[in-house]
């Protein structure tokens, strides 16, 4: 088994030069937009947000549009992103807290975000990574799963493997790893039937070795 010290260097490696290019899918034109589809984005496909957003953000682009759109016209075009109750609500409370106590404008810092409705950790480094150039990990059931996979963690919930990951890699690479396992894990590394057989990175995995 390689050791974790002589193992990073070489999964970053093989990941940088396979996604040369990487950001969000979440399509957006402002911090306000994109920390709104970030929430929608919970229990969804980014491709299914882009579909809603596409409407939502026509008839409500700003934070003042949507703090004042009626609840019920939210629900109805945000109802395929699942559990659109609450995610109504959070985003509308969400738009409205921006206007209550930063004129509208989405703050950089995280322990002001993950303070506004419906946004965690998650949700809040997405915005900081992709608006705000900040290193950050963002921790999704990809980075989770494959990072576990690999053997670079042993913590089961995303703010321990956030940490966690945090102390292992170097600090330029936190939000590049972040897309570069999101990336991977829609390409090779799938939830339920992984393409090991196919995979750069086999060699250094926890899991393959194991199951093999």
Known sequence: MVKLSEKIPKILDTLSSRYPVVKTQLNHTSAFQL???????????DAQVNRVTAVL???FPTAPDLAGASLKDIKSI?????????KAKNIQACAQALLDQYQGEVPQDI?????????GRKTANVVLTSIFDAQAIVVDTHVQRISQRLG?????????IEFDLMKKLPEHTWSD??????????????????L???????????YFIRSG
């Open 35 to 45: 920390l709104i589809a970030t929430i929608l984005s919970a229990q969804c496909t």
């Open 57 to 59: 953000f026509d008839r």
């Open 78 to 86: 945000i109802f395929s992103t699942g559990f659109y109750n609450n």
């Open 111 to 119: 322990d002001k975000l993950v303070r506004l409705p419906g946004v």
């Open 152 to 160: 670079l963690t042993r913590k089961k919930d995303p703010v321990g």
């Open 177 to 194: 790893f972040s897309l570069w396992l999101i990336y991977f894990g829609r390409e090779i590394c799938d939830a339920r039937k992984p």
């Open 196 to 206: 090991c057989g196919e995979c750069s990175l086999n060699q250094l995995c926890t």
